[in-house]
C-alpha cells in the first residue's frame, strides 16, 4: 500500500498532510477549494459506517470514541443497544438509540444521549429536534 501511496505522491495526485502528528494524504484539488460557510450538515451515522467502524480516527478526527454496545451487558451501556452517533458540523453532539413502546408504538429516546456538553445549547437543540418526543 505504502508503494501505491508514494508513486501517486511522485505522479502529483497526492500530498502528505500531516493531522495531529498523524500522516494521512489527500488529492491536491481536495485542499485547493474552500467551502462555503453554511449551516452544519447533520449525518446521523451507523455503527457500520466505515468512519465509526475506523475508531482511532473517529477520535483523532473528532475526539469521539464509540463503543458498540449491542455486546455490552445491558447495565453497563451508557446509550443502548444500537445506538447511532449523530455528526452535525465537525462534531460527534448525540448518540441516541431508539426504542419502540407498545402501544402507542412511538419510538423514545432509551437513554441520556448527547455526546457533546454544547447539544443542549439552543441552536444544537432545535438541529436535533428530529429525536425529541413531541
Not at 474552500?34 to 451515522?45: K, N, Q, S, T, Y
Not at 446509550?79 to 452535525?88: E, T
Request: charged share 20%; proline share 10%.
Amino acid at each position: 500500500m505504502r508503494a501505491l501511496i508514494e508513486q501517486r505522491v511522485a505522479r502529483k495526485q497526492l500530498v502528505p498532510v500531516t493531522v495531529e502528528g498523524v500522516e494521512h494524504w489527500a488529492a491536491p484539488a481536495t485542499l485547493e477549494t474552500v467551502p462555503e460557510a453554511g449551516p452544519p450538515l447533520v449525518h446521523i451515522l451507523s455503527p457500520f459506517d466505515p468512519l465509526v467502524i475506523q475508531r482511532d480516527r473517529l477520535s483523532l478526527f473528532f475526539g469521539y470514541t464509540h463503543v458498540f454496545e449491542a455486546y455490552v451487558p445491558k447495565a453497563k451501556r451508557v446509550y443502548g443497544y444500537f445506538a447511532l452517533p449523530v455528526l452535525a458540523g465537525d462534531e460527534v453532539v448525540a448518540v441516541p438509540a431508539q426504542r419502540l413502546n407498545q402501544p402507542p408504538r412511538r419510538a423514545t429516546p432509551c437513554s441520556d444521549w448527547c455526546a457533546s456538553a454544547r447539544c443542549t445549547s439552543s441552536g444544537r437543540r432545535s438541529s436535533l429536534s428530529i429525536f425529541r418526543d413531541t
